[in-house]
């Protein structure tokens, strides 16, 4: 501007002087004419340069910040603790895009006071398939547990609604996370133990320190010298130091009280860690998913379990196309879900279908009990000769199924609430995992009948399918479910029962006591087994008369061919006469004992006859 302001004044100047006289300019006059004249219009080309870059600067809108706010809704919620959210109106301002109104309007459908619109809420979001991914996160943000655990349980669920955990704490310096995991077990209170539970927790405190000092060495065993037996855990060789606390953790967990104590020490999230840390070891994972369902089935833990991220993880190990993972997770998931669900399921008894929420009305329940060595997943898989590979086995389960109660069963019966139960035996005391443990069939009998009571069997219509000893069970299970009045619905709706190869008169197992690796010191269930054990006498005399004056259905399968007990044994381990009840039909199937309850297709003899069978006695509650 001072330049512009000199160059007027010299205008003005030589405008008011006296013409001087006419004389041709010197080459000296031209160069400052130039001179002045070039200054003017490089200083005028800055000056406007600089102010219309300003101009510019000062209207260029940025496009990502308009885009956030175009997406962007604020919502104004009043500050109310996460356990005491459920009954409070969270939404009093709204500013949102017409576009998003009916995320905002689900939202708050889901907080309903009506139940039915509450469920009808989440089912929507759960169908939600043409959302943006803000849309689904507004949603992770904003619902509250009871929404998201709902979530967690619907089937057609986008995972984008679940938000990552949240982060970890560090860990101690110096510690080791197994040294953590230790230590909570040793900060939990040693009351209300049995016998079992203290010598898993005695022995894994001990056991830990030398574990740890074995692996610095490079001895890779499971849990050091002292353990009653070596175990290899292949390519995790981690996973050894903490496996036994994990296990003597799980033992504490059935405890409520001690639950209370796994939360206050931060267990949530020293187990959320290791259950990271260790994503190529399934065991170990189970173990920790078998804790987190265990303390679900208290209430007043729920909050503590949603803030520490369970449900995110929970939502897709349930998607897992691996049976006995998801399963673990539907466990959990369904202790959680007190919207939908009323029972509730111990350590030990998985529901195999429906592990989602379902509009599918349940008109019965089919319990599977296995035998000695079995397990609530394996025992009922494909027959292993027949298996595909795993990529052909994803693409079609009915050619190849690890559990055909879940995959087979649930498809041709939908109506049936399936579940299976898993107890640990042993053939051997030897062999055994709590040397303090010898349990009769009586006694795993009444802490069957116990859990199974909790997830509400006996209030529907049902099927008892037994393998080997499990069929005992059930028939303990029944004579003692007669005895008490509050146990009366087990008798009232049990339908029919299928034995799978059970020993009603006994096993030749017991005196086959030759096979020191097997069989030095035969387990007390193996006893219970024997042809000459009192028990099983009078427990055969018991449910004999006791079936004869009930109204239900019997059915019994036994193996033709002999089984191999290690390298040692072959054996007949349920000849057809002692299979035999007396009552109901006895079909004889060319199988040995591990595979009589193993069908080799869907379309075998075995799967179907049970199949017709399940419709047959349930014939009139499944078309009510």
């Known amino acids: 501007m001072s330049l512009g302001a000199c160059c007027v004044i010299c205008c003005r100047r030589m405008g008011t002087s006296t013409p001087p006289p006419k004389s041709r300019p010197s080459w000296r006059e031209l160069r400052n004419i130039i001179k002045l004249t070039g200054s003017l219009i490089l200083g005028g080309s800055l000056f406007l340069t600089y102010e219309v870059l300003a101009l510019k600067k000062s209207l260029t809108i940025d496009s990502q910040v308009v885009e956030k706010e175009k997406m962007k809704s604020y919502i104004y919620v009043h500050t109310v603790p996460l356990d005491r959210r459920e009954n409070h109106d969270t939404f009093s301002t709204v500013d949102v895009e017409d576009h998003e109104c009916s995320v905002w309007l689900l939202l708050k459908k889901s907080r309903s006071a009506d139940r039915a619109a509450r469920l009808e809420a989440v089912r929507e979001m759960s169908e939600a398939c043409h959302w943006h991914d803000y849309q689904y996160r507004i949603i992770a943000q904003a619902c509250d547990p009871s929404t998201l655990i709902g979530l967690a349980r619907s089937k057609e669920s986008d995972l984008r609604f679940f938000l990552p955990p949240p982060p ?23 009351t209300e133990l049995d016998e079992c539970i203290q010598y898993f927790t005695s022995l894994a405190l001990s056991e830990s320190s030398q574990s740890l000092a074995a692996q610095k060495g490079g001895l890779w065993c499971f849990g050091g010298n002292g353990l009653p037996y070596a175990e290899s855990f292949g390519d995790v060789p981690s996973a050894t130091v903490g496996m036994f606390c994990l296990e003597a953790i799980v033992k504490h967990s059935e405890i409520s009280s001690h639950c209370d104590h796994i939360e206050a020490h931060g267990g949530l999230q020293l187990l959320q ?34 803030r520490s991220g369970w449900v995110s993880i929970m939502a897709e190990a349930l998607k897992s196309h691996l049976i006995v ?21 111990p350590d030990g008894v998985y529901v195999l279908h429906p592990q989602y929420r379902t509009s599918q009305p349940i008109k019965a329940d089919v319990l599977f009990i296995h035998g000695l060595m079995g397990a609530a997943f394996k025992t009922w898989r494909q027959q292993d000769s027949e298996r595909v590979l795993t990529e052909k086995a994803l693409e079609d389960e009915d050619r190849y199924t690890t559990c055909w109660p879940k995959t087979w069963l649930a498809k041709d019966c ?58 005992l069970l059930v028939k303990k299970m029944l004579l003692e479910a007669s005895k008490k009045p509050e146990l009366s619905t087990f008798i009232n709706n049990t339908r029919g029962i299928i034995f799978y190869s059970v020993p009603h008169h006994g096993s030749h197992l017991a005196e086959y006591s030759v096979n020191v690796r097997y069989l030095l010191f035969p387990s007390l269930e193996v006893k219970e087994l024997s042809k000459d054990s009192p028990a099983l006498k009078t427990l055969q005399d018991d449910f004999l008369e ?17 089984t191999f007990i290690g390298s040692m044994i072959k054996l007949h381990v349920v000849p057809v006469e002692s299979a035999d009840l007396g009552i109901g039909d006895l079909i004889p199937v060319d199988v040995n004992h591990l595979n009589i309850c193993k069908p080799k297709t869907k379309d075998a003899f075995l799967y179907q006859r049970t199949v017709q069978f399940i419709r047959e006695a349930l014939g009139k509650d499944l078309e009510d």
């Open 168 to 190: 970890l704490p560090s860990v101690k310096e110096d510690f080791s996370i197994e040294e953590e995991l230790r230590q909570l077990l040793a900060s939990l209170p040693q």
């Open 273 to 306: 860690r290791l259950y990271h840390l260790h994503k190529d070891c399934p065991k170990v994972q189970r173990n920790i998913v078998r804790i987190i369902g265990n303390m679900a089935l208290n209430e007043h833990l729920h909050p503590a379990i949603v």
């Open 325 to 345: 993972e998801a399963s673990h997770a539907a466990r959990t998931l369904a202790n959680l879900d007190r919207e939908t669900v009323q029972e509730k399921y």
């Open 414 to 471: 939908p109506a049936l609430r399936i579940i299976s139960v898993e107890y640990d035996t042993n053939l051997s005391d030897w062999r055994a995992r709590c040397p303090m443990e010898r349990k009769s069939i009586a006694f795993r009998s009444n802490e069957l009948l116990s859990k199974l009571r909790a997830a509400g069997v006996g209030d529907r219509p049902m099927i008892w399918i037994s393998h080997s000893m499990g069929g």
């Open 546 to 562: 006791f079936a004869k004056t009930k109204n239900f259905q019997v059915l019994n399968f036994v193996e033709t061919q002999p």
